[in-house]
């Protein structure tokens, strides 16, 4: 079998990279400049000779999008449904979407594989409708729904909280957005598990959270990891008006998958496992 990571060089790219070298098996991985989703023809002359293709691909600026809505709407519908159409009459096809295609307005339960999405912003929009359109294309396509991404391979929260709490004494972190954070590597070992089925699955690290809950445990994990830091105070507040809104709770249910495989861990081990790899790396 041979896989080929799309965006292949992103925080999520890196960790399918990582895991699939530890598993012993055979991928390349291309990045926007070797393989541009958004080209038929680079498509074409690339792909042949590859089992499976994992789309990492995607536009993932939430504020950028709202500016460059055209991008995003390309990069995240229109590259999706080109790779979809592609596969169609042969490899896999695996496609990463966003806990963003839901809103969480009434919301007071994880949201199921089922559930309508409703999203909220520019970038959530777009990774709803790259969804239909890959499973309108290619319906043995396999969409995964993760959210709050983590890794030591890329930037994210984890990293821009960090850099907060090491250069500023005072920390505001957002309480009203919850959500379930994931931990890239255990997300790729999941849907590399997995690879045989087909339609929408939801992969997150249990525990859900506030942004400023997981804050908290980012400042704790860094203390403990004797990392010189700045921050005395950490406050929680709420999102300002003027942000790009984002969903409230988007907590995504993992029972479809846990039902096939097994329950994912808490975010809490990852999150060490990050701070001892990225302290160890400076
Ligand atoms: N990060 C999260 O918290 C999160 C949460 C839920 C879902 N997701 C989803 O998880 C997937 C991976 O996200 P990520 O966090 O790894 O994002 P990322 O770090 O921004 O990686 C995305 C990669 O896609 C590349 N790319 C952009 N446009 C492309 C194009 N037209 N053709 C080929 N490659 C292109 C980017 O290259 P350049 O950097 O050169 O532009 C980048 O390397 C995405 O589908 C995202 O929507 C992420």
Not at 54 to 64: E, F, L, P, R, S
Not at 210 to 226: H, T
């Amino acid at each position: 079998m041979k896989y080929a990571i799309l965006g292949g060089y992103g925080l999520l790219g890196k960790a399918f990279q990582e895991v699939l070298q530890q598993s012993g098996k055979a991928f390349t991985a291309f990045s926007k400049q070797d393989l541009d989703i958004r080209d038929v023809a680079d498509l074409g002359r690339l792909l042949p000779g590859f089992d499976v293709i994992i789309n990492c691909a995607a536009y993932t600026d939430v504020k950028g999008a709202e500016i460059e809505q055209k991008t995003a709407y390309e990069v995240n519908v229109e590259g999706p449904r080109n790779l979809a159409a592609y596969t169609r009459s042969g490899p896999k096809l695996i496609h990463i979407s966003s806990d963003y295609v839901f809103g969480g307005a009434n919301q007071s339960r994880p949201y199921q594989e089922n559930d309508d999405p409703d999203p909220l912003n520019i970038y959530g929009k777009t990774k709803a409708l790259g969804e239909i359109a890959v499973l309108e294309e290619n319906p043995a396509a396999l969409v995964w729904r993760t959210s709050w991404l983590f890794s030591y391979t890329g930037q994210s929260f984890v990293q821009k909280i960090l850099q907060q709490i090491e250069q500023k004494k005072e920390v505001s972190v957002v309480e009203d957005q919850v959500g379930r954070p994931t931990f890239a590597q255990d997300l790729a070992e999941a849907v590399l598990g997995l690879e045989d089925a087909s339609g929408i699955f939801h992969f997150a690290n249990k525990e859900p959270v506030s942004r400023y809950q997981f804050a908290e445990a980012i400042w704790l994990a860094a203390k403990n990891a004797s990392i010189s830091l700045r921050c005395k105070k950490m406050h929680s507040v709420k999102t300002k008006p003027t942000d790009v809104v984002r969903p409230s709770y988007s907590v995504l249910s993992t029972q479809k998958y846990a039902k096939l495989a097994k329950t994912p861990r808490s975010w809490k081990k990852p999150l060490e496992i990050t701070m001892q790899k990225l302290f160890s790396l400076c």
